[in-house]
Nanobody, 121 residues
């Protein structure tokens, strides 16, 4: 199973970006999915998470500006980022809690490769 993230880029402050992350492979079930970010010199932090049932949670710093959603049929999670600020600049990573035949159906967390978001002032 692999996670493929896309949608990062350079945007001016106040602008918007939409990140996508798709899980692919065979014989797997996706549970919770989420987005993390890591800015230079800082630890990786949770941005937003979403359960398989659609319940969401957000970091205080992005609540009201970012929206996480998912398409279960496509095994894809999205992060709509509005009103971006320079402090949102970071590498954004998606992750997913999966059950798969490759892991003998034991729960395991997978990570995408990261996509860079740069917000200019």
């Amino acid at each position: 199973v692999q996670l493929q993230a896309s949608g990062g880029g350079l945007v001016q402050a106040g602008g918007s970006l939409r990140l996508s992350c798709a899980a692919s492979g065979s014989d797997f079930i996706v549970n919770a999915m989420g987005w993390y970010r890591q800015a230079p010199g800082k630890q990786r932090e949770l941005v937003a998470g979403i359960t398989s049932g659609g319940s969401t949670n957000y970091a205080d710093s992005v609540r009201g500006r970012f929206t996480i959603s998912r398409d279960n049929a496509k095994n894809t999670v999205y992060l709509q980022m509005n009103s971006l600020k320079p402090e949102d600049t970071a590498v954004y990573y998606c992750n997913a809690d999966l059950l798969s035949s490759g892991s003998s159906w034991f729960p395991r967390t997978y990570w995408g490769q990261g996509t860079l978001v740069t917000v200019s002032s």
